[in-house]
């Protein structure tokens, strides 16, 4: 398994600002994944990121909103860009297991409110 | 079209009792997984079981079991001996081929309550 940690763990921010999410996971992973769920709402997948390429974004999500960085197998990053009322939500970066048969394992979560 | 498919907004079960929370799914991939995660109040998302589209048991974790029936792809998540702990809410996902990888799409999610 993984152990996933995510900075913040939560922000009030006001509109129009930007805020930078990061995961930090305690082994080298090829994959990582951002969702995001809103309040009373299921996971949606924002994008997934591979080490040394582009993230691939899901229909709805665009990189000048979500920029992802991903410079090494261990770190990621993703900022909400100009935030609405309507970002407000929990993000949250998860990782593959090692095998076919593995689940994926969480981040514990960012709660952004956006003000 | 809901790629993950679960029909119970709310579910009640007594203490000690067991409960089924549906899922029903929709791919023609033959190769795909399926998922349950538990997310209590504080938000975590704990992972309970995983069946894979080539198994042919059921899979079972201590209380949880899945009901997995292919040829209707359903998907249902069995708690046996319910405890108060199991308050929360759960979801569904399958794991699915895409692009030369793969990603998880998830249900719309049960909110389990346990009564005393």
């Known amino acids: 398994s993984a152990v996933i940690s995510q900075k913040p763990s939560r922000d009030i921010c006001q509109r129009g600002t930007s805020l930078t999410i990061q995961c930090q996971v305690d082994?080298?992973?090829?994959?990582m994944f951002w969702y995001r769920q809103q309040p009373g709402q299921s996971l949606t997948l924002i994008a997934t990121?591979?080490?040394?390429?582009?993230?691939?974004?899901e229909s709805g999500f665009v990189i000048d909103k979500f920029p992802i960085s991903r410079p090494n197998l261990t770190f990621s990053t993703l900022t909400v860009s100009n935030m609405s009322p309507e970002d407000s939500s929990i993000y949250l970066c998860?990782?593959?297991?090692?095998?076919?048969?593995?689940?994926?394992?969480f981040g514990p979560g960012t709660r952004l409110t956006v003000l | 079209a809901q790629k993950i498919t679960q029909t119970q907004p709310g579910m009640f079960v007594q203490e000690k009792e067991a409960v089924t929370l549906d899922c029903t799914y929709d791919?023609?991939?033959?190769?795909?997984?399926l998922f349950w995660y538990k997310q209590p109040s504080s938000g975590e998302m704990i992972f309970l079981i995983y069946?894979?589209?080539?198994?042919?048991q059921n899979a079972t974790e201590g209380r949880y079991s899945l009901n997995f029936q292919k040829a209707r792809k359903s998907a249902n998540l069995v708690i046996s001996a319910s405890q108060l702990g199991d308050s929360a809410m759960y979801f569904c996902?399958?794991?699915?081929?895409?692009?030369?990888?793969?990603?998880?799409?998830f249900g719309t999610g049960t909110r389990l309550k346990v009564l005393a």
């Open positions: 998860s990782v593959d297991g090692t095998a076919s048969t593995d689940t994926q394992y």
């Open positions: 082994s080298q992973v090829t994959m």
């Open positions: 990121a591979n080490q040394g390429s582009e993230a691939t974004y």
């Open positions: 791919t023609s991939d033959q190769s795909y997984g």
């Open positions: 069946q894979g589209s080539y198994d042919e």
């Open positions: 996902a399958m794991r699915e081929p895409t692009s030369g990888t793969y990603k998880y799409i």
